[in-house]
């Protein structure tokens, strides 16, 4: 027993010894680090003070703190920014669906403004503007050199004035201006229609009417279509759906699951980490599912065709998504601002990162561009002559009056295929893969 209370006091001493060894240096480290940074501090303080005073014109004191705030959040990535409170308002805005612009969700790569998608039914939509597009100039002047929040005040504007924007595309030589119409944006979080047997649900983006929208356009058009068991099945169109918020990507995802992870997000510290799971109930019943995703697809849109595509509920087609796995924290500040501030990775069930990467399709299919002779073909031009053309051609006299309207009813089907190929050959695509699976399971059963 003696020994052991030495052994127990000796490993006390040897301890007390060593921490006073190693932490001397690292207090001296730390006093270290924490002048450099009052030092940096009170240099920022001589800077600001020389500019106030000495700078050719005067400056607005509030303006040079707000660049000073936001220069060090852009800094570390493109998605974190200094919201003023005017930036803070608009987007509590935008969250709740309506907002005054172009109608374009942008990002910043090489100094440039990128178009991470056109807004449905929206001015710049309308205008041609599309996913991938370089905005170089505004009325002339350039972006360059301008961070995020700078360009997108340049765009900004009164309902009803027009903007000259100056865009360079991938495939073609030259920039080439386009002129649009400042309106107010009315977002439609949620299309639903049918396309023959299916339904087909087009997300826009997700804001707080996100989920209650889907829900009741699904509900609408199963009904349209006299029940669940007459649905061969639901697409889900998320292409330049720039995202939104979280909780309703969770809700959506949610919604086509029963169980599993939908997405975590984990960030510097690992108590920060959250995981968030499906709970039991499928809206579609078991009915098979495509996710339609393009470049434009990012962030909240990524979260969805991610977990879907993980757990097998669905076959992802279309293009590879943009790559936005980041989770950006609104932070309200004093003064009625805000500060967007990146605070986590966001990962799919099987546990990967889109970061930078996107979700690859199970099928890729491009859309191809339309061209002018494909929108001035004519039914004439495409119908071929048969032996039915012929004059004074034998009918046919084996084929009842039931078995011709049902016959007539394939060729309707077949032609309004043929109709959506040409308007829209990604989505047609979707529902070809729909109907084949629907088949399939129809013969399992």
Not at 289 to 305: D, F, M, R, Y
Not at 307 to 321: C, E, M, N, P
Request: glycine share 10%; net charge negative.
């Amino acid at each position: 027993m003696r020994s052991f209370v030495m052994a127990a006091i000796g490993g006390t001493l040897a301890g007390a010894v060593l921490t006073t060894q190693v932490a001397g240096p690292l207090l001296a480290q730390e006093q270290s680090e924490a002048r450099t940074v009052y030092e940096q501090l009170d240099l920022f303080g001589d800077i600001f003070e020389r500019i106030r005073a000495q700078y050719v014109e005067e400056v607005d004191e509030t303006d040079l703190i707000e660049a000073a705030i936001n220069g060090m959040l852009t800094s570390l990535d493109p998605h974190s920014s200094y919201l003023s409170p005017k930036d803070a308002d608009d987007m509590r805005v935008q969250t709740r669906g309506q907002f005054g612009g172009l109608g374009i969700e942008v990002t910043q790569e090489n100094g440039f403004v990128k178009v991470v998608s056109p807004i449905d039914d929206t001015p710049a939509d309308e205008a041609g503007i599309e996913a991938g597009d370089f905005i170089t100039h505004v009325d002339g002047e350039s972006v360059l050199g301008l961070n995020l929040d700078e360009a997108v005040e340049l765009m900004r504007g009164p309902v009803g004035s027009e903007i000259i924007i100056t865009v360079v595309r991938e495939g073609l030589d030259e920039a080439f201006d386009v002129s649009i119409t400042r309106d107010t944006i009315k977002l439609t979080a949620v299309r639903a229609r049918t396309e023959g047997d299916a339904v087909v649900l087009r997300i826009t983006t997700f804001n707080d009417q996100t989920f209650p929208n889907l829900q009741e356009g699904l509900k609408n058009s199963v009904e349209e279509l006299g029940g669940i068991e007459n649905v061969s099945g639901i697409v889900l169109d998320l292409r330049n759906n720039p995202g939104g918020l979280l909780t309703q990507a969770i809700r959506v995802s949610d919604a086509f699951l029963d169980a599993g992870e939908i997405v975590s997000t984990r960030g510097r510290d690992i108590q920060d980490s959250e995981r968030y799971n499906a709970t039991e109930g499928d809206l579609a019943e078991g009915k098979p599912l495509v996710v339609l995703i393009n470049g434009g697809s990012a962030s909240a849109s990524e979260i969805v065709a991610g977990a879907l595509q993980d757990h097998r509920r669905a076959i992802v087609v279309g293009t590879k998504s943009f790559g936005k796995g980041s989770v950006q924290t609104v932070m309200p500040l004093r003064g009625d601002g805000a500060m967007r501030l990146t605070t986590a990775r966001y990962y799919t069930p099987s546990g990967r990162s889109i970061q930078a990467l996107g979700v690859s399709p199970d099928i890729i299919v491009e859309q191809p561009p339309r061209t002018e002779e494909l929108d001035d073909q004519t039914e004439d031009d495409a119908h071929t002559r048969s032996e039915a053309d012929l004059r004074g051609s034998l009918g046919n006299d084996s084929i009842s009056d039931d078995e011709m309207r049902q016959l007539e009813e394939d060729e309707a089907r077949a032609k309004a295929a043929a109709d959506l190929r040409k308007r829209d050959y990604q989505l047609a695509y979707a529902i070809d893969v729909l109907n084949g699976l629907a088949a399939l399971s129809t013969r399992a059963d």
